[in-house]
């Protein structure tokens, strides 16, 4: 039972480049969501998906692209990378509208911007 | 936006105390849920509250719906080292943002033993 998992768990890259961080569900949930955790922040919403094809933007857009072509998927994309984009990048899913029985979270991809 | 404040940021408690945090919001939530993280994990659900003045457990744990739908309590009792970790609240309003949950940052455990 993998429920949410997240690849790379670990990047460094430099300044100017581009990755893309993978996300996948197997619990066929709907809603999808990237988040990033930094310190004395929390976590901060960066986008989100309520379905397939579908992708919106949260409160921390800037810098990011994300992809739903799959259900099961949900990509995040730096496409030329900052040192302020350094931080911990969480996944989730959850079965129904707005997360009402809470999210399962993937667990992390720790990224450096050097 | 909407915003939840939750208190402490830290704690430093000894092995066998009670521990008591809280989470308060300038806007009604309709939905409190409350996630632990362990280092080097993501954040896992513990109790999640859908109702004004419930309570609810999870073991040694206890969360409690405000009355006035604006705040949220978590305690736990006789702690123990693996109670160690950060601690967050969440809310969630049906009617905004697309029902994303809002996060508190966190109050972070330690437990020495």
């Known amino acids: 039972n993998a429920g949410v998992t997240q690849t790379p768990k670990f990047r460094v890259l430099k300044t100017g480049q581009s990755m893309t961080l993978l996300c996948a569900q197997d619990?066929?949930?709907?809603?999808m969501y990237w988040y990033r955790q930094d310190p004395g922040m929390g976590l901060r919403l960066i986008h989100y998906s309520v379905g397939e094809g579908t992708t919106a933007k949260g409160e921390v857009p800037d810098g990011y692209n994300v992809s739903r072509l799959k259900k099961q998927n949900f990509l995040l994309g730096l496409e030329s990378a900052a040192p302020s984009q350094t931080s911990v990048y969480f996944c989730?899913?959850?079965?129904?509208?707005?997360?009402?029985?809470?999210?399962?979270f993937g667990s992390g991809t720790r990224l450096t911007v050097v | 936006g909407q915003q939840l404040n939750q208190s402490p940021q830290s704690m430093f408690i000894q092995e066998g105390e009670d521990v008591s945090m809280n989470c308060t919001s300038s806007?009604?939530?309709?939905?409190w849920l409350w996630y632990k993280q362990e280092p080097g994990e993501g954040p896992v659900l513990l109790i999640a509250?859908?109702?004004?003045?419930e309570l609810t457990s999870n073991g040694r744990l206890t969360a409690q719906f405000g009355i006035t739908r604006k705040d949220s309590f978590l305690n736990i009792s006789a702690s123990i080292p693996s109670d160690v970790g950060i601690y967050f609240c969440?809310?969630?309003?049906?009617?905004?943002?697309?029902?994303?949950?809002?996060f508190g940052k966190g109050t972070k455990l330690s437990v020495k033993p």
């Open positions: 806007s009604i939530f309709n939905t």
């Open positions: 969440a809310g969630l309003n049906y009617g905004g943002s697309q029902g994303n949950l809002i």
């Open positions: 989730a899913s959850s079965y129904g509208a707005g997360g009402l029985r809470g999210y399962t």
């Open positions: 619990m066929n949930h709907e809603y």
């Open positions: 509250l859908y109702k004004a003045g």
